[in-house]
Each structure stands twice: as C-alpha cells, then as structure tokens.
C-alpha cells in the first residue's frame, strides 16, 4: 500500500520501471553523473521514472540538479523527493538503486538497498565492490562512466528475471553479510 502512496504522491506512471538514489544531495554522491546516466537510460526507455531522495547538504545543489535535468530535457522523468524520515517505501519502489558517487567508504545506502532486495547498479568505488561482491561485479561501471552506468540500468530493466535474481542475490548477500 505504502508503494502505491509513493508512487502517488510522486506522479509516477503506473507503467513505468523506477530507478532511485538515496543520498545526501552533495557533490560526492555524483548526482550530475546520476542524471547524465538518467538520460542516457531514457534514450532507450522511455518508460523510466527517476527518484532522488535526499537532504541537501550543500546550499543551492538541487537548485543545480534541477536545472542540469532541464538541460538535458529530463526534467519530466526526475523526481527529487526531498529527506524522507523513512526512506524504506521509496526503496520499495525501486526497480533499480542507482549509486553513482564519486568516492565513497562503505556505501551503507547501497547495502540497505540490498537488503531490501532491490537490484543495485554502482560506480566502483570505496566499499562498493566489496558491498556486492564478485559474483555481482558486473553491476559495477569505472568511477565517471555514464555509458557504463546506463547500458547495466538498462539491461537490467530490459530483463525482469536477471533483475529479480540480481534483487535476490543482493538480498541474501547484505542479511549474510
């Protein structure tokens, strides 16, 4: 129910796949790789809506995020949620949790994203390898690579059975991790 409430309040089409980030709005978290891998997704589906949800930390940036998603003409697909005090029902509506940072320790966010059996696409750095570990190393693009980061999005919203594994494998290896 709490999904439907999300997707609701977001204006997401009922028919569309859901890509999402749960970060603190800050240079770091590569958010303007984030949307520059968004609109390369959206070249090959359409049917895509984008979530950030996040506090901004650095005074102006999601001013700046917004207007970099109108630039690229993706304004219409990209929701910026804002802090949620339960980001859980948004994670829920996650096809795909898409991390882009730029550096990172270990990337708790991702590992929730896991738990919650989401299919997780990531640059690698920091922890993020060893966060999904080598089986799924595949759903690792090089720090700064949006062609890496969207061709993996779109394979995996292009398949729901990898996606539903790659969610289940994520689930079992961040409970047992």
Same mark, same amino acid.
């Given at each position: 129910?709490?999904?439907? +409430?999300?997707?609701? &309040? !977001? %204006?997401?089409? +009922?028919?569309?796949?859901?890509? *999402?980030?749960? &970060?603190?709005?800050?240079? %770091?978290? *590569?958010?303007? !790789?984030w949307l520059d891998t968004a609109r390369l997704v959206l070249d090959e589906r359409?049917?895509?809506?984008?979530?950030?949800?996040?506090? =901004?930390? =650095?005074?102006?940036? %999601? %001013? *700046?995020? +917004? +207007?970099?998603?109108?630039?690229? *003409?993706?304004?219409?697909?990209?929701?910026? &949620?804002g802090f949620q005090p339960d980001p859980y029902p948004f994670l829920a509506c996650f096809d795909v949790f898409l991390m882009a940072s730029e550096f990172e320790g270990f990337p708790i966010a991702l590992v929730e994203a896991m738990a919650m059996g989401v299919a997780v696409v990531s640059t690698d750095v920091g922890g993020a390898g060893e966060a999904v570990g080598q089986d799924m190393a595949d759903l690792l693009a090089p720090s700064g690579d949006a062609t890496g980061l969207a061709s993996r999005v779109v394979a995996l919203l292009g398949d729901d059975a990898r996606r539903s594994d790659v969610a289940e494998r994520a689930r079992q290896r961040a409970r047992s991790g």
């Open positions: 129910v709490r999904v439907r +409430e999300v997707k609701t &309040a !977001l %204006q997401i089409p +009922e028919t569309h796949r859901v890509v *999402g980030n749960v &970060a603190h709005l800050r240079r %770091q978290k *590569g958010h303007d !790789l359409p049917d895509t809506t984008f979530v950030v949800v996040g506090r =901004e930390k =650095e005074p102006g940036y %999601q %001013q *700046g995020l +917004e +207007e970099r998603a109108s630039s690229l *003409g993706i304004a219409d697909r990209v929701r910026f &949620a």
